[in-house]
């Protein structure tokens, strides 16, 4: 991502904060423009256009998440626990977002969409793919795991959990349904001692 100036930073940060609280389609140049206290003139001075503006917000976010990948890589205690990490900040992120802002993503900016899953195919693929792989090394995820078709398909859940039609928002959170994805796809590629540290990481009692 480009390097912002300080008053980019302050439109992107502020426009963030609306698009994740209305979703994309229904902020207006105006509504960034009152909520930064800033005039339009001087917004259009640093993003040609409101897609300008989304663009870089998506580019800010997921920068972000690559730098979270990258610290649950090295600070994680093993590959079980960087999965529950990567779970807990799902649902930190997805708990603040307006799920319109994935549909409006998807059907009025394709570009950004595109953007979206580019990042998923090149940063977050390989960061899920290393996890299996150093999982199984140390036996705490299956043998026979296929990293590469297990990776495509947790990266697809994500998606997937996305979709209104499937889960609509009025009966059900994206937090929630992202966070329950994760932990049925974790329980399902660990061995009984990586079930047992998935336990004991997010502090579950149960009988074996």
């Known amino acids: 991502m480009n390097t912002l100036n300080p008053t980019e930073v302050r439109i992107v940060d502020g426009a963030e904060e ?17 909520h930064v206290g800033m005039s339009k003139k001087t917004i259009y001075q640093n993003f040609e256009d409101k897609n300008k503006i989304i663009y870089a917000v998506m580019q800010n976010e997921m920068t972000k998440q690559q730098n979270c990948f990258i610290e649950f890589g090295t600070t994680a205690k093993d590959p079980v626990h960087e999965m529950v ?70 990266l697809e859940e994500v998606e997937f959990a996305m979709d209104p039609s ?9 937090h929630e349904v992202q966070v329950q994805m994760l932990e049925h796809f974790l329980h399902g590629i660990c061995t009984l001692r990586g079930h047992r540290l998935v336990n004991k990481y997010l502090q579950i009692n149960e009988e074996e």
């Not at 930190?92 to 307006?98: G, L, W």
């Not at 299996?132 to 990776?151: A, F, H, P, Q």
């Not at 499937?166 to 994206?174: R, V």
Request: net charge positive; with cysteine; charged share 25%.
């Open 85 to 154: 990490m990567m779970m807990q900040y799902l649902e930190k992120t997805f708990r603040r977002f307006n799920p319109n802002l994935f549909y409006d993503m998807q059907k009025h900016y394709p570009d950004v969409w595109h953007m979206f899953r580019e990042f998923k195919i090149s940063c977050a693929l390989e960061s899920i793919m290393s996890n299996l792989e150093r999982g199984k090394e140390l036996g705490l995820y299956r043998k026979t795991v296929n990293s590469k078709i297990l990776g495509i398909m947790r």
């Open 166 to 174: 499937i889960f609509p928002p009025e009966k059900f959170t994206i």
């Open 18 to 34: 609306l698009f994740s609280r209305y979703g994309l389609k229904s902020v207006t140049m105006d509504d960034i423009s009152r």
